[in-house]
């Protein structure tokens, strides 16, 4: 089975609801764009795809100074976008690469919680 076939034969969704929402989380200090492949392949298939920018995460050419910020609020961007997409989408997907895919693994708990036992 490949990742096509998960989505054929599924049954249809509401007409309100989307399907198979994707966030995609690029590498440390670096870009959306740097997953621009996989998203191309993604919408191909037809899902809704979101490429995320995390202050004190994601490079910004035109932000002249940069600040450090606590990896729970990098979690805490990522669980907002997770919860706003729930509400349109039958599922919600996580895909990083490099520290991305860390940061997909990271607990919704922890982001949750408030906890600053990372900073």
């Known amino acids: 089975m490949n990742a096509r076939d998960s989505f054929v034969g599924r049954p249809a969704v509401h007409s309100t609801i989307g399907g198979t929402a994707v966030v995609l989380l690029h590498g ?3 870009t959306p764009r740097e997953l621009g492949p996989v998203e191309a392949a993604l919408r ?10 995390i202050e004190g995460y994601s490079f910004e050419a ?6 450090a910020v606590c990896f729970v609020a990098w979690l805490d ?3 907002r976008e997770v919860q706003r ?12 690469i490099s520290a991305g895919a860390s940061l997909a693994l990271g607990p919704p708990s922890v982001a949750a919680t408030g906890s600053t036992a990372w900073c």
């Open 85 to 96: 997409l729930r509400a349109t989408h039958v599922r919600v997907l996580l895909v990083g």
């Open 62 to 67: 035109d932000t002249r100074r940069r600040c």
């Open 77 to 79: 961007a990522i669980e």
């Open 44 to 53: 191909a298939l037809d899902c809704s795809v979101h490429s995320l920018s």
């Open 28 to 30: 440390l200090c670096s």
